[in-house]
Each structure stands twice: as C-alpha cells, then as structure tokens.
C-alpha cells in the first residue's frame, strides 16, 4: 500500500491498517446494500428547491444523475485514500465541471451531500459494533465526502468565474463590431415592418399582421441585443414598447386607423429613439471572430448557446443547431494546397453569415466544421435551413486565386433543443445527426 497522503485526510493516515480496512470494508457494505435508498433522498432533497426542480423535470437528465450518483457513491466508498487516487481526483474534477456547465447551484449539492453524510451515519450507528468502531466509519466517511467535495467545488468555481469573463468577452467583443451598420440595419428592420404594417391596413388586406417581437428586429431585440447591452435600462424600455404595440396598439389599428396609426407612429419614434442610445454607448474591443472566416471564436459558444437553452427552457420556445462539415476536404488541401483550402474555408463560411438570420449565431467549429445556433427555429424549419445552405453551396463553387475554381459540398446534421438543460447534449446530438449525413454519402442533411 503506498503511504500517500491527501489534505484533509487526517484521520485516514493516523489510525491503523486494520481499523482503517474495517471502517473501509462497513462503508462499503452499507452503501451498497442501501445504494437506491441513498440516491433517492439525495434527489428528493434536490426536488424540494425550486431551483433544483428545472434540473430533474427531463426524463434524460434524470436517469443519467441517478446513474451518476450511483456510480459515484459506489467509488467512494471503494477508493483507497492511501494509495493513487489521480484518477479519482479527476472524476471529481469533471463532475464539478458539469456542475457548472449545467449551472446547478453548489450549496444544493453540499446540502445533499450533507443528507447522505447523515442518513449513512445513521445506518453505521445501528450496527452491532464498539462505539468506537462507530465512530471511526462515521469520520472515514466525513473525511471522504468532503475530499471529494473540496475538487467539485473548486472546479466548480474555476469554471463559472471562467465562464462568466467569457461571457462578458463576448459581451464586449459584440459591441466592438460595426456599430454603425448594426444600428442601420436595425433601424431598417423596425421600419420594414412598420411599414408592412401600414401597407397591409391601407391596402385593406384583412391577413394576420406578424407581431414585431416576431419579426426580424424582434428576433434581434431578445438575443442578440439582449447579448451586447445587458442590463441597459433602454433595452427595456424597447422591450416594453414592443409589448405594447404587439398587445394594445395593433388591435387599436384595426379599430381605429387614424388613432391608432398615430400611436403606432409614435411607439416607433420612440424605439428609434432608444436604438440609437443603445449604439450610442457602444464602443469598440478587441476582435473576438476567427480572422480567416470572420464567423464567431468557438470561445464563445458556451456563453451563447448557454444562454439560448436556458431562455428556450423558461420561454417554452424552440431552438436548434446545424453542425455543418465541408466535404473532403483533406482532399482539398492535398490537392490543391492549403492556402486554396482557406479560400474553401472562406467562401463556405460567407455563404453561412448571407444565409442566417441576423439573430442568429454562426461559429467556427473546428477545422473545418461550422456550428450554427438557429433561435426559435424547430426541427423542421433548421432543417430547411440547413438545405438551404448546403444547395446555395453546391451550386456556387469557391474561387481561388490562379487556380481554377473548386467545387465544395457540405454535410449538415440538425437538432433541436429538448429539454435537456446542457447545451453539450444538443451540440453532440447534431454531431451525432452529421455523422449519420456523411456516412449516408455525404453532401446531405440528416437529423438527429
């Protein structure tokens, strides 16, 4: 047995081998023998918190933690703190990880570990042995449960305040963008459908007006926007207007044109006018793109689609992503060079950005794969998506300098958000939907 040592783990080095292997061996069997028992407790004790409820109302996340939790439980007790726990350590590592990916709140994790410290000292208390003895299983378990918890927890730590500079990187790279162009395009958007309103009402024509928080600038408003001026109070006050020309003034419009045509002009002046305070405050920051395809660093995805599934989950509205994959294209650079397969690179990627929406979000995935996140788009409607993309791709090939040009194709694989609170789940069920494409025969899409 190697003579380790762990902090923490005072009590486990002090006493002797023998004491030490028959408080191990009762910690075992009594985990083990109670292990359904102990699993359910610790997830009752998570469903009494509200908090802890939006992490068990999905059939998938709760199956897999009470695998987890079983799995994890039956480690524990069967480690040895004595000899090489590096593997250990690291599992400990990565469920603190997760824990922060799904962003389940700590202090609901050390009260269930507390429930299982207690509800196991209970079951040591009522065996048939020396009070001491009792005691000694009852410390060994303590020691190992706040060993474990003590990496979870750092990890934990480390990989919010990690995520959260992330997310406000991207926050500040959003606003060093073109601003001026952003904010024209805006301003389009929301006069385009006012006067498509207006249009419809003078020219009689009685069919449903679209919502503008469902029209282009609306998409835009709760997304992007919400992305680069968080917390701005203008924001809000664009978001309240929205609310009322969608709830109040479109139903006044068609009960009295001229009363509420003025108050439509007037909501609008008024968004107009908080726009341009928004863009005003904006100001530039160092460049977040991929320089070669100037789609957004893969850095900011989890603070992207991090946010995306949670608004999906609380807003009950749809959301999927398109893994898309350029074809052969090891091919592309053994044949004709790598600097040709940047130009592939590049011509792909700027038929991705001309074909989404502005409240979209496209990513540089990898080498050559691109990530998309579609907001409120179902299944059905990324996947149209998706086609269209891959056709606009076949059919233009991409230009190289001196060479001839060269054909591309892509794989597309499609998901949509289900329920599932972490984000990695619905990146590798479009990873799973892209392998299905490019073993179907590749230049195709697939769904998950």
């Known amino acids: 047995m190697t003579n380790a040592y762990r902090p923490g783990m005072n009590f486990w080095k002090h006493i002797s081998d023998e004491s030490r292997a028959a408080g191990s061996e009762r910690l075992a069997r009594i985990v083990k023998e109670n292990l359904d028992e102990l699993v359910g407790k610790f997830y009752d004790s998570f ?9 068990l109302n999905h ?46 709140p700590n202090h609901l994790v050390m009260e269930g570990m507390t429930l299982l410290k207690s509800e196991i000292a209970i079951k040591i208390a009522e065996l048939d042995i020396d009070r001491r003895s009792i005691a ?4 060994l378990l303590d020691e190992l449960i706040d060993y474990a918890m003590r990496h979870m927890s750092a990890a934990f730590l480390s990989d919010t305040s990690r995520r959260i500079q992330t997310d406000e990187a991207f926050r500040l790279f959003s606003l060093g963008q073109d601003v001026h162009l952003e904010r024209e395009t805006q301003r389009a958007a929301l006069m385009e ?31 992007r926007g919400a992305i ?39 909501r609008i002046e008024e968004i107009k006018y908080h726009l341009n305070d928004l863009f005003n405050a904006a100001s530039n920051v160092e460049n ?59 011509h792909v990627a700027e038929i991705l950005l001309n074909t989404v929406r502005p409240s979209d ?48 194709t892509i794989s597309v694989g499609v998901a949509a958000f289900e329920g599932h609170p972490d984000y990695q789940y619905l990146i590798n ?3 799973n939907a892209l392998y299905v494409a490019k073993n179907g025969g590749r230049n195709r899409v697939a769904a998950a």
Not at 196 to 223: I, M, Y
Request: net charge negative; charged share 25%; proline share 4%.
């Open 47 to 55: 469903l009494a918190h509200e908090e802890g409820k939006a992490f």
């Open 288 to 346: 977040g793109r991929d320089p070669l395809t100037r789609t957004l660093n893969r850095r900011f995805l989890p603070s992207v689609l991090g946010r995306e599934v949670g608004l999906a989950k609380r807003e009950n509205q749809p959301l999927s992503v398109l893994m898309i994959d350029i074809d052969h294209f090891k091919t592309i650079n053994d044949v004709h060079g790598h600097q040709a397969g940047d130009s592939v690179l590049s």
């Open 193 to 223: 459908w006012s006067q498509q309103v207006l249009f419809n009402l003078f020219s009689n024509d009685c069919g449903e007006v679209t919502k503008l928080a469902n029209s282009p600038f609306g998409l835009w408003v709760r997304h």
């Open 136 to 139: 000694e299983a009852i410390i």
């Open 361 to 408: 979000f496209v990513f540089r995935y990898g080498g050559e794969e691109f990530l998309i996140v579609l907001v409120e788009a179902t299944e059905e409607q990324a996947f149209v998506i998706g086609e269209r993309i891959r056709a606009r791709v076949e059919e233009k090939a991409a230009t190289v300098i001196d060479r001839p040009a060269i054909p591309v």
């Open 59 to 104: 059939s998938v996340v709760t199956n897999r933690l009470h695998k987890s939790l079983r799995n994890w439980l039956i480690e524990l007790v069967s480690v040895d703190p004595m000899g090489d726990m590096t593997e250990f350590d690291a599992r400990q590592v990565k469920v603190g990880e997760v824990h922060a990916r799904l962003k389940i």
């Open 228 to 266: 680069l001026f968080q917390g701005a109070p203008q924001l809000d006050a664009i978001q309240n207007l929205m609310h009322t020309i969608d709830d109040e003034v479109l139903s006044k419009v068609s009960d009295d044109r001229p009363a509420g045509v003025a108050a439509l002009q007037v």
């Open 429 to 431: 069920a479009a990873d």
